[in-house]
């Protein structure tokens, strides 16, 4: 299993951004990641125990999944992982801390593992994949912060 941690600082407070990223209407308007997310049974934001489902964009939709949320305290934290082995996915699991800089900025902390299957293609190809999923994380996180930057007051 690889494991990456990316800290990144983005251009609102904690609550703005986690309102951002949570929010599954909204988080389609700037995700360069996914094509379609939500939440199974309806709702525009998850909760403990809630199901979600993530297709990507373009070549990636191959790579979609259905998570759970195992930790959800807005403003703070949130956390999920795969609800069985998607794909080529044996598990996949990421949890996001977020905390206020002050000055409408906050410090977001996200930490996935990633494990492929099967076992012997995820010992040798798990570090690479991890390395892929990282880039593709950084550039959807620079995307919400761009976002994050454009919004207008009462945007929140």
């Excluded at 199974?40 to 979600?52: D, L, Q, S, W």
């Excluded at 959800?72 to 999920?80: F, K, N």
């Excluded at 800089?101 to 994949?129: C, M, Q, W």
């Amino acid at each position: 299993m690889a494991q990456r941690r990316i800290v990144l600082t983005m251009p609102a407070s904690a609550a703005v951004a986690f309102e951002a990223f949570h929010n599954h209407e909204k988080r389609l308007i700037w995700d360069t990641l996914l094509s379609v997310a939500y939440v199974e049974g309806g709702g525009t934001h998850p909760h403990v125990g809630a199901i979600t489902t993530n297709l990507g964009r373009g070549w990636k939709k191959l790579l979609g999944m259905r998570t759970q949320f195992v930790s959800y305290d807005p403003p703070r934290t949130a956390a999920a992982t795969t609800i069985a082995p998607t794909g080529l996915f044996a598990f996949w699991g990421a949890s996001m801390r977020h905390r206020d800089l002050g000055h409408g900025a906050s410090e977001l902390i996200y930490t996935f593992n990633i494990k492929l299957r099967p076992r012997l293609l995820g010992r040798i190809l798990d570090p690479f994949v991890a390395k892929i999923f990282e880039l593709e994380t950084r550039r959807r996180f620079a995307a919400m912060a761009a976002y994050l930057r454009q919004r207008k007051p009462g945007d929140d």
